[in-house]
């Protein structure tokens, strides 16, 4: 059976015939299976951002490929826009993209581009604000909130559209040490309850080390581990 998830030779040239042209990815390969919790680490720079930015089809690769199922997700516009939905991205500082009147709009948004009907969409607002612990600010304006709940409501967004895998770029970023933790248990009790697949970028190894069963690290736009 071909892997949930498989990186193949993924190249990823930034302003390419520019003087500005950048290898971001050089040649990257990894695969992945359902169930895992895989962190990603490396210094800033190193290309990891990128890497994320590929798995759900938001950036194309200049050469190499990604296949979820073994169908490679740039094969036709269909599986393009299926990896949207099934590899759920929640980017770094997610909260400058929340913009509804309400934090249950918020996380909304997503199930509602899904064409999902309204009762759905209503059973997927209400879990996902549970495993952010935010039930209780469906109402509130997401400005109202501090730093760390606004990051939360964002997370919330990703999970309500069910993702079969949910990647999570420096989740923790810009955090005091609690806003921190309450994230992490988030994401710990919603692989927990869900059997997720989660890959998550971190600049803490000490993070890394203490939830995830499998770590990638990114150097100078390479792979440099798989462990
Ligand atoms: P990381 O997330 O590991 O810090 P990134 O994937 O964000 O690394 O960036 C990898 C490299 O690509 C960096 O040198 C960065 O400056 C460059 N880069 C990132 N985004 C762009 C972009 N939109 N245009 C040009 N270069 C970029
Ligand atoms: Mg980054």
Do not use: C
């Not at 993924?10 to 895989?38: C, M, N, W």
């Not at 169908?71 to 993209?97: C, H, M, N, S």
């Amino acid at each position: 059976m071909a892997p949930f998830l498989q990186v193949k030779d993924l190249t990823h040239i930034y302003s390419q015939g520019t003087p500005f042209e950048h290898k971001a990815l050089d040649s990257v390969s990894f695969s992945v299976e359902r169930g895992e919790f895989i962190g990603v680490i490396g210094h800033t720079g190193s290309g990891k951002s990128t890497l994320m930015q590929h798995l759900n089809g938001l950036l194309k690769p200049a050469s190499g490929s990604i296949l979820l199922d073994g169908q490679d997700i740039w094969a036709d516009k269909k599986l393009t826009r299926q990896a949207r939905f099934r590899v759920g991205l929640v980017f770094q500082y997610p909260e400058y993209q929340l913009f509804e009147e309400t934090v249950y709009r918020d996380i909304a948004f997503g199930p509602k581009n899904m064409g999902l009907s309204e009762a759905e969409i209503d059973r997927r607002v209400r879990e996902a604000a549970e495993f952010v612990d935010i039930a209780d600010k469906l109402e509130v304006s997401p400005f109202d909130l501090s730093g760390g709940q606004k990051r939360r409501v964002a997370i919330a967004g990703v999970i309500a559209m069910e993702p079969e895998i949910l990647i999570l770029d420096e989740p923790t970023a810009g955090l005091d040490p609690e806003g921190r933790e309450e994230i992490l248990q988030n994401i710990e009790s919603y692989r927990k309850a869900k059997n997720a697949t989660i890959m998550m970028v971190s600049h803490s190894m000490n993070d890394v080390a203490r939830l995830t069963d499998r770590l990638l690290v990114m150097s100078g736009s390479k792979l440099a581990m798989d462990d």
